[in-house]
């Protein structure tokens, strides 16, 4: 994802030339929908950007909380963000 961002932003630049995947995916941010290959990256979702990338964070927040504290197993867990 950061890869292809940093490549969007070259593109803007003119430093690089814009593909199709590049403008795709401009057209995907300008409309606040995801990219089809951040949701192979990630997880498939009908919320809007902004929503599905905080989704996205918690969820990995979650996910390291767990590996950084193994025993520790919370009683209640959120199935949404597995």
Same mark, same amino acid.
Do not use: H
């Given at each position: 994802?950061? +890869?292809?961002?940093?490549?969007?932003?070259?593109?803007?630049?003119?430093?690089?030339?814009? &593909?199709? *995947?590049?403008? =795709?995916?401009? !057209?995907?941010?300008? &409309?606040? !929908?995801?990219?089809? /290959?951040?949701? !192979?990256?990630?997880?498939?979702?009908? $919320?809007?950007? +902004? &929503?599905? $990338?905080?989704?996205?964070?918690? $969820?990995?927040?979650?996910?390291? =909380? /767990?590996? *950084?504290?193994?025993? *520790?197993?919370?009683?209640?867990? =959120?199935? &949404? +963000?597995?």
């Amino acid at each position: 994802m950061v +890869k292809g961002l940093q490549e969007l932003q070259l593109g803007f630049k003119g430093e690089l030339t814009m &593909s199709e *995947n590049m403008e =795709d995916m401009a !057209k995907c941010l300008y &409309s606040e !929908k995801l990219p089809m /290959w951040w949701v !192979k990256l990630g997880f498939a979702s009908t $919320r809007p950007l +902004k &929503s599905w $990338r905080v989704n996205l964070q918690e $969820r990995y927040q979650q996910l390291d =909380d /767990w590996i *950084n504290d193994p025993l *520790n197993i919370p009683k209640v867990v =959120d199935i &949404s +963000k597995l």
